[in-house]
C-alpha cells in the first residue's frame, strides 16, 4: 500500500521557519506487541527522529494513549521532547514536571472505576486492565475481534450502571476508560502554541488519532499509517515509510 506523497503537500512543512512533528507510537513508530511492554521503535524509525532533533526549527513531540510514563520507557525520548500521554490528559515540556491535566474531584471515582473493569475483564483470558494517572485501559488485543468488542462494551455497560462519570473510547486492541476529556488534537495544539509553530506533521494510524488529523490546518500535513477511513490528506503503509519520508522531509529543509 505504498502510497506517493507529492513535494507540494510537503511544502509548507519545508518552508515553515518552525515546524512541529508529532508523532503517535504504537502501530506509527512501532509495530504492535501483544504485551505493549514489548514495544520498541522501528530502526529506521529511531534513526529518522534523531536526524529530526538535530534540524534547526524543527521541534518533536510524541502524542500517545499511552501513559507518559509507558511512553517514555518504550519509545525512550529525548530531553528535549514534547510528549502528550493518555491521549493529552499528561503533558511533559522540557525541562518541566509532568503535569496531569484531570479535576482532583474526577480522580476520586478512580478506585470504583478500577473495581467495575476488573470484575468484568477478571474472567477473560488474555484479557487485562491497565492502570493509567486518569483512568484505565482494557486490553483486549488477543482476543478475536467480536470478543474484544463484546468485552469492550460489557465494561462500558458496567461502568454506565455504577453511575462512574467515566468515557470509552476504541482503540486497536484497547478500550479506554478516563475520568477527564482531553484528545490528541487538543495536545498538539498545545504544543504548537507552546513552539510557535508556523506548521505542523502528525502522524498516526488509531482511530483515536483522527482528533489530531481534525485540527491540521491549511499548512499542517496528517498522514494516516496504514489501512482505514482517515480525515489525514496523506498515508503511508508502515512505520518503515514514515520513516522515510520524515528524512525526505529533513532533507528537504536542509
Known amino acids: 500500500m505504498t502510497v506517493q506523497i507529492d513535494d507540494a503537500l510537503l511544502d509548507p512543512l519545508v518552508e515553515a521557519e518552525t515546524l512541529l512533528v508529532a508523532l503517535d507510537f504504537d502501530g506509527t513508530l512501532a509495530p504492535f506487541e501483544k ?36 511512553l517514555t520507557a518504550a519509545a525512550r525520548p529525548a530531553e528535549g521532547d514534547y510528549l502528550a500521554g493518555s491521549h493529552g490528559l499528561e503533558i511533559r515540556e522540557p525541562g518541566e514536571k509532568l503535569r496531569l491535566l484531570a479535576p482532583e474531584e474526577a480522580l476520586q471515582r478512580r478506585d470504583a472505576l478500577h473495581d467495575v473493569l476488573h470484575s468484568v475483564v477478571s474472567g ?4 487485562w486492565v491497565e492502570s493509567k494517572p486518569a483512568g484505565f485501559a482494557v486490553h483486549t488485543r488477543a482476543l478475536s475481534e467480536q470478543a474484544a468488542e463484546e468485552l469492550g462494551d460489557r465494561a462500558a455497560a458496567a461502568v454506565v450502571a455504577r453511575g462512574i462519570p ?19 488534537g487538543q495536545a498538539i495544539e498545545h504544543f504548537r502554541r507552546v513552539v ?9 494510524d488509531d482511530v483515536t488519532d ?12 496528517g498522514v494516516k499509517v496504514g489501512e482505514g477511513r482517515t480525515r489525514a490528506r496523506a498515508r503511508v503503509a508502515s512505520p518503515g515509510e514514515l520513516a522515510a519520508l520524515l528524512l525526505r522531509i529533513k532533507k528537504l529543509r536542509s
Open 35 to 70: 504485551d505493549p511492554a514489548d514495544s520498541r521503535m522501528v530502526p529506521a524509525a529511531a534513526e529518522a527522529l534523531a536526524e529530526l532533533r538535530e534540524a534547526p526549527g524543527v521541534a518533536l513531540a510524541l502524542v500517545s494513549g499511552r501513559a507518559v510514563e509507558s
Open 196 to 204: 510557535g509553530a508556523d506548521a505542523v506533521l502528525f502522524a498516526g
Open 210 to 221: 483522527e482528533d489530531g488529523f481534525a485540527v491540521m490546518g491549511l499548512r499542517d500535513l
Open 124 to 127: 477473560v483470558p488474555d484479557a
Open 166 to 184: 467515566a468515557s470509552s473510547r476504541r482503540g486497536n486492541g484497547v478500550r479506554e476508560f478516563a475520568l477527564a476529556e482531553a484528545d490528541k
